[in-house]
Nanobody, 126 residues
C-alpha cells in the first residue's frame, strides 16, 4: 500500500507563490511516477503535472507549464509543486497521486494513477 500526504496549502494573495509538498511512503516500486491534480470549485479533478522516477516532467498544457513547476527533492519520495504568479482560478484542492505502470508516457488521465492523497487546499484571494 502507498500513502500520500500533501501539505503546504493555504490562503495566498494574487500574484504570490506557493510550494506544495507530497510525501510518499509505503510500498516502493523500482520505477514509479507521480503527479499533481486539482479540483477547482464546481469542476472535475484535472491533471496539472507529472514526473517520472528519474525526473522527466510533463504538464497538462503550455499555460500550466508557464507558472507551475513539478520537481522532487533529494529524497525522491518527496514531491513538490511550485505555483508562481497565483491567480484566483488557481483556487482548488491540490491532490498528489502515484502510479507504477511501465507503459506510462506522461498522460495525466486519472486511470493511470493508482494511489491518491487527500489533498491540500489552496485559496487565492485578491
Amino acid at each position: 500500500q502507498v500513502r500520500l500526504v500533501e501539505s503546504g496549502g493555504g490562503e495566498v494573495q494574487v500574484g504570490g507563490s506557493l510550494t506544495l509538498t507530497c510525501a510518499r511512503s509505503g510500498e516502493m516500486y523500482f520505477d514509479y511516477y507521480m503527479g499533481w491534480f486539482r479540483e477547482r470549485p464546481g469542476k472535475e479533478r484535472e491533471g496539472v503535472a507529472g514526473i517520472t522516477s528519474d525526473g522527466k516532467t510533463f504538464y497538462e498544457d503550455a499555460a500550466v507549464k508557464e507558472r507551475f513547476t513539478i520537481f522532487k527533492g533529494n529524497d525522491k519520495n518527496i514531491l513538490y509543486l511550485r505555483i508562481d504568479n497565483l491567480k484566483p482560478e488557481d483556487t482548488a484542492l491540490y491532490v498528489c497521486a502515484s502510479g507504477g505502470s511501465s507503459r506510462w508516457e506522461g498522460s495525466l488521465s486519472l486511470p493511470w494513477f493508482n494511489y491518491w492523497g487527500q489533498g491540500t487546499r489552496v485559496t487565492v484571494s485578491s
